[in-house]
């Protein structure tokens, strides 16, 4: 299967899961169970997302992973399980008729306790950005300092937020902003619509632009950035501020911040 060559190609590569956990920021339990198989933990957007990034880390292509995904998980749903009769079968006492069991096969059970798993998971996510974003509408005022610059902001989440969607008409360029930690940023849109601040830990936006965007990152280390759908991999050093000039082609041009 795939995810063994995975596991084979990182090993090759002399990577241990805790060096990639500690690089990517993704749990090292999730990555032992995509090297295992089981992709069953996550919403599916999640698991493309990370899958993604892990296969940047061992050097693999991550389009190709992802079709192999695909096609895994595809087999996975279509394959047929046997009925295999089991102990644990029981009366139909609303019918009064004696004779008709029910039967429970293993298998049935186990996938119906993986579904009520994913469901929780979703459920709990789902209160979990509600909640972020709730919080985040109230106003807040930051100062963050960073190795090399000073930035200070006082504005809030909701003037973001606002500034971002009322740019958003007509652009043909998607970006998609994943934060792990709070993160300060710049971002100009086409070289006029622009906003700034500080990120909320676990904040996710997107934005649009016609041509290009042109970025102020003050923790590199703590975004992750998604170009139409493609993730532009690590955005700068961790805590070293950087600039980024984005196109249709990726990141074109990538600057540290000094004084």
Known sequence: MFYHELKRKREA???TLE????RTKINRDILFNFENGDFSQLPYTYVRLFLRTYAQEIGEDPQKVLRDLEEYLGQASESTVASIPSQDTREDKQTGNNNKKITITPEGSRNFISAL???IIIVFL???LKQIFIDESQTFSTKTTTVGEKYATDTTTQKIVDTIVAAQINRQLSLVMLTRDSCWIKVTIDGKDSFEGTLPPRFKREIKANERFEIVVGRPGEINLILN??????VGERTIPTRLIITKDGIIKRQAVTR
């Open 13 to 15: 590569a002399g990577l």
């Open 126 to 128: 789902i209160a979990v």
């Open 19 to 22: 060096q990639i956990s500690a």
């Open 229 to 234: 759908e493609r993730d532009l991999g690590p």
């Open 117 to 119: 798993i994913a469901l």
